[in-house]
């Protein structure tokens, strides 16, 4: 059922996006000013992504096939493709509003309410496919009717769902990442942090070159070498005792370096405290949480964004109640009464409120069950989405491997191979080795 999880991928990024332009549309109501090119470019989004791919993907297979399969959803189907029909026309109105207001001839609030309407409508139809169309064709249809699915949505030549039709969304929605406000976005990017290009082609954010770090007489790092570009996702992957987390300790000044070099955005880093290292923008979600257990998850929080301004504080708080509801719902609550899952999303939340440069995540999926695995991975995938800098290091080798741009193999201390994250997974040796294939 590749094409349901392709779905609600698209459903997920949707979302997030309406929530983000709920958040602006409240700034505005504020008096923030408007940012004319940042709604252009949501709006080229939502015209070219949904329009243009999403819905056809619906309405052409999964939504035909339903009807045919069941049709007592008939009904159900009928009004979302009206819905369908008519997103559009509510595009273009909203393009018009633009236009108007930011010629003074339409108020900033009377273009909120219409932002919010739109938005509102947008996640009404996403929670009615997610909770009762997607649930009916987990059951209703065929595997002749998945072959087909999955067929046309997995096809690379495809050119509405193929790679270079999916290659141009990605630099739609990266087009809006670097136009985002600098209230929008987990990572506060402003206007041109971002790269233009693939993250293969951009600028080299992070080099180590020949790091060595010991126990006593015990040498656990061997001389490592390895880049991260800017925007890319890079995994660092190995057995138990290869030296991953020393190597993310090390990085990160927790950990004596007795050889080597660190580069961060040209700066040599090397012989700098681990808090200045933080200040500039390298943040770790550390192995095993390490929450404070006794103080609440917003104070937690609020120890994140330490080295930040504190009138910024709150709203970025926010932006990790949104992406993370259920730490809302327990704020007040003491972190030690948190599941492990829940205290990896607050780890991983802590991380952000520093506003990271580049984020260290540390076996981010490290005694979690399977599902929550997912959904870290799900998380992990929509900061990578945003164009954030992630250095991954986890032991499930395949999970890491599959969303990453590059990765390094690690074993005793040493890199013993490098490449794409798919060349690896592909790799007969790493697939022995640490896939178990």
């Known amino acids: 059922m590749d094409a349901l999880r392709i779905i609600s991928e698209d459903h997920n990024n949707l979302w997030r996006l309406a929530t983000s332009v709920d958040q602006l549309a409240a700034d505005m109501e504020s008096g923030e000013p408007l940012d004319v090119g940042f709604f252009g470019s949501i709006f080229d989004y939502l015209e070219q992504f949904v329009e243009r791919s999403h819905h056809p993907k619906e309405d052409d297979f999964l939504f035909r096939l339903l009807r045919l399969r069941s049709p007592e959803s008939a009904a159900i189907l009928d009004a979302l493709q009206a819905d369908h029909r008519a997103g559009p026309d509510r595009l273009t109105i909203l393009r018009d509003s633009l236009a108007a207001a930011a010629n003074g001839q339409l108020a900033l609030t009377t273009l909120s309410q219409q932002l919010r309407t739109y938005t509102a409508g947008l996640k009404a139809h996403i929670l009615k496919e997610e909770k009762q169309v997607l649930p009916l064709a987990r059951t209703a249809l065929q595997k002749e009717d998945w072959d087909e699915i999955n067929h046309a949505f997995l096809d690379a030549n495809d050119p509405v769902f193929g790679a270079q039709a999916q290659a141009e969304f990605r630099a739609l929605y990266h087009r809006i990442v670097t136009l985002a406000p600098e209230s929008v976005g987990l990572g506060g990017h402003s206007a041109g942090n971002l790269p233009a290009t693939a993250p293969i082609e951009a600028e080299v954010l992070l080099r180590v070159q020949g790091m060595e770090s010991c126990y006593g007489r015990i040498k656990a790092l061997k001389g490592i070498s390895l880049t ?17 987390t020393t190597f993310l300790r090390t990085l990160s000044g927790v950990q004596p370096m007795s050889a080597g070099a660190i580069h961060f955005d040209g700066e040599d880093i090397s012989k700098l405290r681990s808090d200045k290292r933080m200040r500039r923008g390298i943040c770790q979600s550390p192995e095993g949480r390490q929450v404070f257990g006794p103080l609440s998850i917003e104070d937690n929080l609020r120890l994140g964004a330490y080295t930040q301004p504190k009138h910024q504080v709150e709203g970025d708080m926010e932006k990790i109640f949104t992406m993370f509801p259920v730490l809302k719902e327990k704020r007040h609550l003491p972190a030690g009464t948190l599941s492990g899952g ?3 999303m607050l780890a991983i939340g802590r991380a952000l409120m520093g506003r990271p440069r580049m984020l260290l995540l540390d076996e981010p999926s490290m005694g979690l069950a399977p599902l929550l ?36 193999v690690l074993e005793t201390g040493t890199v013993t191979l490098t490449g794409t994250g798919q060349e690896l997974i592909s790799n007969e040796q790493v697939r022995a080795a640490y896939l178990g294939m």
Do not use: P
């Not at 991260?228 to 991953?244: C, F, Q």
């Not at 995938?381 to 991954?392: D, H, P, R, V, W």
């Not at 080798?397 to 990453?404: M, P, T, V």
């Open 342 to 344: 829940q205290q990896q």
């Open 228 to 244: 991260v570009r800017r925007g890319e996702t890079v995994a660092l992957v190995g057995a138990n005792g290869a030296g991953k």
């Open 373 to 408: 695995v997912q959904e870290v991975f799900e998380v992990i995938k929509t900061l990578k989405s945003q164009g954030m800098t992630i250095l991954l290091v986890e032991q499930n080798a395949l999970a890491a491997l599959d969303i990453a741009d590059r990765g390094y």
